[in-house]
């Protein structure tokens, strides 16, 4: 198949697409509160080295959650079913072409990673993060998560109070969204200024 910007992968190579790719990392640790909330204190990194300058005792962990986040990114993008319909979401040149069983579809590049309790004894989590370039996005240069989550504040915020429910599991998505669908149902269960939580839009 012939194709101007994007290529067939597996996820081997969706990894070390990603790896190439320059990322914005989110890593969110959990630390110690004095608030009554069950909220967990968050920070954006901008690479994965960041996390490891960090975290230098917690390598292995920034690693795997890395990975972590590329397998949910496999499972858990918006699809597209076709590259324009992905970069009026995402913007030009912000989607690649991925291969399943059941044909072709195009996802947008994971723009970072999002990790919980990485130092603690208890099982970290770990998700994709995702941006906007495009000027028809209603979370352009805002971070969101692959079921629309969007953070309040715009990408240059590098510290946020994010909810636990942040990272309860997502639906695998089966289905592609046509263009503008995605957006639109960010912009339908999203309350600007603040962010908002609802079910998942492509299971």
Not at 61 to 82: I, M
Not at 111 to 117: D, F, L, N
Request: glycine residues 10%; hydrophobic residues 30%; charged residues 25%.
């Amino acid at each position: 198949m012939t194709q101007k910007r994007s290529r067939h992968i597996d996820l081997f190579k969706m990894r070390k697409g990603f790896m190439l790719k320059p990322l914005a990392v989110g890593i969110a640790g959990i630390m110690s509160s004095g608030c009554a909330d069950d909220r967990q204190d968050a920070q954006i990194y901008t690479s994965v080295d960041d996390c490891k300058r960090d975290y230098p005792d917690a390598v292995e962990k920034c690693e795997a959650a890395y990975q972590t986040a590329l397998d949910e990114a496999a499972r858990t993008s918006p699809r597209f079913g076709t590259e324009s319909d992905c970069e009026y979401e995402f913007g030009a040149n912000q989607c690649r072409e991925m291969n399943s069983g059941s044909g072709s579809f195009f996802m947008p590049f994971m723009a970072g990673y999002m990790v919980s309790q990485l130092l603690s004894p208890r099982p970290y989590y770990s998700q994709p993060i995702y941006t906007s370039y495009s000027p028809y996005s209603p979370f352009r240069s805002r971070w969101i998560t692959a079921d629309g989550y969007v953070f309040d504040g715009d990408i240059r915020k590098r510290n946020y109070k994010v909810s636990p429910s942040v990272y309860k599991p997502k639906p695998t998505v089966t289905r592609t969204v046509n263009r503008g669908g995605f957006g639109s149902s960010v912009r339908a269960k999203s309350s600007w200024g603040s962010s908002s939580r609802s079910g998942g839009w492509g299971g």
